[in-house]
Structure formats: C-alpha cells, structure tokens
C-alpha cells in the first residue's frame, strides 16, 4: 500500500476522475481486486461516483470499465504533469526561458560602487581610481582583476593602511581604513629638511625568542610565525616599499614611504636563571640545657622547589613585562655546602615588538633582519 500511496504523491501525475454506471460496486469491487489505488471515494449517488487515480491505474480502470461505464477526466494534478505541460507550449517556455537568462546574466552587471571608510581621501579619487581599473556601473564583474585593482589602490594613496574590495550581489564595496600618522614621502626634499621633523618608528625585539603570532597594525610586518629574532631586530617596519606605478610620470616615482609602526608580536622567550638559598633548616636548640646548639635538618627536595618558586615570582614581578606569562619551565639542583645552587630555565610567552624611532635619510631605515 505504501508504495501504491507513493503514485499518488505531491509530485506524480494523480487524475481526478468521474464515474458513471450502474452497479458501480462491481467495478470498484474489481478495481481493488486488482490492486488499483483508488483515494478520496466520493459516491454522488447510485449511478456516480468521484475519485483520484494514478494515470497508470486509469488505463487499468478503463480496461475493467469496457463499454459499461462511464469514465469523465476532471482534472489533474502533479509537478511532473504541469512540467510537461508547460513545455507542450513553446512559444510561452522559450519566453519564460529567456527572461530568466536575462536575469541571471543582469546578475553579473555591477550597478552600484559604495566607499566606506574614507576621511582625508576625497571620495571622487577613489571612484577615479576604482573605474580606471574597470570597477563601474555597467561593466561585467567576472572581468574584473581585483587583486591588481587593489594593488593599484595601495600604490596610489599610501595612506591607507587596510583595505577590503568585494561585492555583494549587484553591489561593488570598497572599504578602506587610513593611518592615523603622518605619511612621509621620500623624495629630493626630505633631505633638506631638519631630520627632528622626519622620523618614523619600527617596532624592534627587546629580547631574543620565537615569533608566535605577527599583528602589524601599521607597517609592514618582517618576520613571520616560528621565526627566531635577535634582541634589536626589526619586526614591524614603519619604512614601506612601493612597486613602481605605470601612472606616475618618470623621475617622480614614490619608492617608499613611512609610517609610526604599531602592532604586536607575541613569541616564547628563554631566560636562564640562577638562584641560591640556604641547604639546611634551623631548629629548636636539640638539648633545651644547651640553647647554644640548634639543631639543623637538610631541605627536602619539595621544600627546595617551593623556595625556587618564590624566588621565580619575585624575579618575574621585578623583569618581566605585563601581559608575560610563564608557560614552562625547568629546575635543578646543585648542593654545595651550605648553599643549593638553583639553574633555572623558564620559557615566557611575552610581546616583545618596542618602539624604535628613525630618522629618515639615515642608514637606519634600510636595516631590516630576517
């Protein structure tokens, strides 16, 4: 039955029928004698009769019915038979057909360009720029390079510091963010200038460890994740290289320019420690008739560490920068004498990029270690 059911589904081609005749109950009695899927029986009277059926359980129908009874299509239901019926009519599918090709292809046409974000930058600039690299209303968006076309931004207006070029549906956006520094271009006149009113910042490692994470926020970032960076090394560059343009006349081409660096770099800096503390503990006097004479126990290995501890927390509230934390670390001891000599080596996950201030026309801005 259920898959008898299946026939006469949302999706299958079910025909609602009229029957006519005397003793309809034979031909039904037959009908389902057969195995025929007959739904929503309505009996009109003695000689009528409604129902729905598959289409192939109609031709079986009509085979039972022969020339006794009366069978009356009166409608007929089923996406597969509207389907076939809407393609029976050519002229109105080819229509249909085209206006939705039309519309998909009107899908691809860019037919709005919106700037977000900007502040110094005159708006008509970038609208200038975006449709020199054929981003304007009208044009077909699977030809747009958008990768050269935000090179190109880049290039043209180095006081953006991040940007974001995409579309949603119809819809070209363009978002960008400006530094909040003074840019500096290097050219002839720079040089003229006192230095103490051209200076630009990097971001330089105070200790020596292994890059973890890169956040430039202004700059260019110099080293990458897993990096080992000496002490003074150059991380986040305020000194910005430009590629050449092809719209900048010759001779007056922009080869870099300068930022004040921000931006974080957190890495896993060793610290080789070494600590001394006492090797005994002192007592209550061992013969209360002699207060003179203590008596003295050496320090177990746990009472050693809980002393090296805090020892360790001292040092790290003294010399370690806040954020810094203490991830592994490593004890051992050396008992000489008196004394326990402690090594330690401690692994700190710190943010170790610290601003250094250059002054443009010096040897200083081309100092870039990897």
């Known amino acids: 039955m259920a898959a008898k059911y299946s026939e006469l589904s949302f999706f299958s081609h079910r025909i609602h029928i009229r029957i006519e005749g005397i003793r309809l109950d034979r031909l039904l009695d037959s009908a389902l004698n057969q195995g025929l ?25 009509r085979r039972l019915a022969k020339s006794a009874y009366r069978i009356t ?17 050519p002229v109105l599918a080819a229509g249909c057909l085209l206006a939705l090709v039309i519309v998909i292809l009107q899908s691809f046409v860019v037919e ?36 050269a076309a935000e090179k190109t931004i880049y290039q043209r207006f180095p006081e953006i510091s991040w940007l974001h070029l995409a579309y949603d549906g119809r819809m070209v956006v363009l978002s960008i963010s400006e530094t909040e520094h003074e840019i ?18 990097n971001l330089v490692a105070e200790a020596a460890g292994y890059v973890e994470t890169v956040q430039p926020w202004y700059g260019e970032a110099m080293v990458s994740e897993g990096d080992y960076v000496e002490k003074g090394q150059v991380l986040i560059s305020g000194c910005i290289p430009l590629e050449p343009t092809t719209f900048a ?34 007592g209550e006097p061992a013969d209360p008739e002699e207060p003179v004479t203590l008596s003295r126990a050496e320090k177990t290995q746990a009472q050693a560490e809980r002393k090296t501890e805090q020892q360790i927390r001292l040092w790290a509230k003294e010399n370690l920068p806040e954020r810094a934390e203490i991830i592994n670390k490593s004890l051992k001891f050396f008992p000489d004498g008196n004394i326990i000599e402690v090594s330690v080596l401690l692994e700190v996950r710190q943010q170790i990029a610290s601003p250094q201030e250059e002054f443009i026309g010096t040897e200083d801005n081309n100092t870039r270690n990897n």
């Open 249 to 282: 006349p010759e001779g007056e081409q922009k080869t870099e320019y300068f930022v004040q660096a921000k931006g974080e770099v957190w890495a896993k800096v060793p610290y080789r420690l070494s600590f001394n503390q006492e090797r005994y503990l002192w």
């Open 37 to 61: 899927n007959v739904r929503s029986l309505r009996i009109i009277s003695d000689t009528e009769a409604v129902c729905w059926v598959s289409a192939g359980d109609l031709k079986v129908l």
């Open 73 to 89: 299509v009166l409608s007929e239901k089923g996406a597969g038979f509207e389907v076939r019926s809407f393609f029976r009519r």
């Open 112 to 147: 709005t360009v919106v700037i977000n974000g900007y502040r110094g930058i005159p708006e008509s600039e970038l609208l200038q720029c975006l449709e020199e690299q054929g981003i304007r209303r009208g044009v077909w968006r699977p030809g747009i390079d958008w990768a």
């Open 184 to 201: 500096y271009e290097k050219d002839k006149q720079d040089f003229g200038l006192p230095q103490k009113q051209k200076t630009y910042t």
